[in-house]
DNA sequence: TATACCTTTGGCCAAACGGTTAAACTACAA
DNA sequence: TTGTAGTTTAACCGTTTGGCCAAAGGTATA
């Protein structure tokens, strides 16, 4: 990876740090490969950012921060829910057709020390004055409002949630799967298969939760 | 991890790897634990498994194992398409309830290593003979035979298995974040949750394909 | 030019790593 | 009791790893 000229060093430590983690993982990743990617000496690496584990943090909130912003505006929109969540599923498989694989680095290194993970989260929110609660409140209020309407099946808002990301995220996670069994390992035939899915998965969960 | 007395000292060292290997993955697993964890010498997992490489391999053929005849018994039942959803659900999670890091680690060392992974998948199957195309084509064919006869909407079979799996899986890979955001990082709450998914998850799904 | 500060480098280190080897232990048959 | 094959151990090896340090390079200011 070649730093741009009006790119300071420390940043470009960042993105090419940023490209080795999400490819090997916390583990996987070696100082002495980021160095050479970037371009630089090692020991410029801590005189930057001291251990790995800081760099690694630094990289990991920036991979969360890319996100929220976009989810969140989505979340919070004042519109009807069944245009909502079009808008979603359209938004984060775009977001995640540019990132495919943030999804599972994040996973693996959530399982891997959900132990820190409390922490680096209240530190994402609190840098990004995020408040999750509240968004998922709102939402939850919207989903079942629309439950007692009438307009949409009665379900629980979080299973909704759940069932609506699994949906948007689990492609993007499983890609060597899906590409391997199903599609024959053709990347241009998985490439078409995610597009598709911008419209295959919205109508799926509105025709799960509209009333027949 | 005590070694019960009826077990040999190599299946001993297996389950312990096996217990490893799924928490902390590939790269993050180290001989020396296995070894402390199976109170043995770390030369004896050489002198047994020869590799780290070889051992892992020998834990990740298992993980595999230990799924696919259950989970082809579901697919090429002979049984109506939404009773043979319910029932695969339903025998998804109860396998995952028991195995809850599996699908995390599979999909991790899948993305890590997409190279090595398919000499694995072709040893498995052919060890198993287990016809993967075969299974999936005989599914595409009844969900194929529901869309003509009207019985179910218009989908393709790819899209409706991947969504499938989708909602089957993702809630275990993203368990700390579901567990952490939604349900205030309450273990009972998320093992009532994924429980009451057994049933709104076939429901969602049924309910999303039917015609109205 | 001289000074001071920031950046970058090469050399180095102790610890941890996967793996090897030779010796010791064990059980059992001759 | 001795021989033998399988099992287990301690000591050790070469390499890689993250991290440190002192010195050199660069640049702006006085």
Same mark, same amino acid.
């Given at each position: +990876? ?38 630089i000496n090692k020991s410029l690496l801590h005189y930057y950012y001291r ?6 943090? @630094? ?62 989260? @209240? ?6 004055? +995020?408040?999750?609660?509240? +968004? ?32 948007c995220i689990f492609p993007f996670v499983a890609k060597p799967i899906i ?26 969960i509105i025709s799960a939760i509209s009333i027949r």
């Open positions: +990876m070649s730093k741009s000229k009006n790119e300071t060093t420390e940043s470009h430590i960042l993105n090419v740090a940023h490209e080795v983690f999400l490819k090997k993982g916390l583990d996987g990743t070696r100082m002495q490969e980021i160095a050479d990617k970037a371009g251990t790995k584990q800081k760099l690694f943090e @630094k990289v990991f909130k920036l991979a969360f921060k890319h996100f929220f912003p976009v989810v969140k505006a989505n979340i919070i929109a004042d519109i009807p829910l069944f245009e909502k969540i079009e808008a979603f599923v359209e938004t984060y498989y775009s977001i995640l057709q540019k990132n495919p694989y943030i999804p599972a680095f994040v996973i693996h290194e959530l399982n891997r020390n959900s132990a820190n993970v409390a922490e680096i989260f @209240k530190s994402i929110f609190q840098d990004n004055n +995020m408040e999750v609660e509240l +968004m998922f409140d709102e939402l939850d209020e919207q989903i079942q409002k629309e439950v007692k309407k009438g307009n949409i099946i009665a379900i629980e808002s979080r299973q909704l949630i759940v069932n609506i990301l699994s949906l590409k391997g069994i199903l599609l024959e390992n053709d990347e241009l035939k998985y490439k078409t298969f995610i597009e598709e899915r911008k419209k295959v998965v919205s109508q799926f």
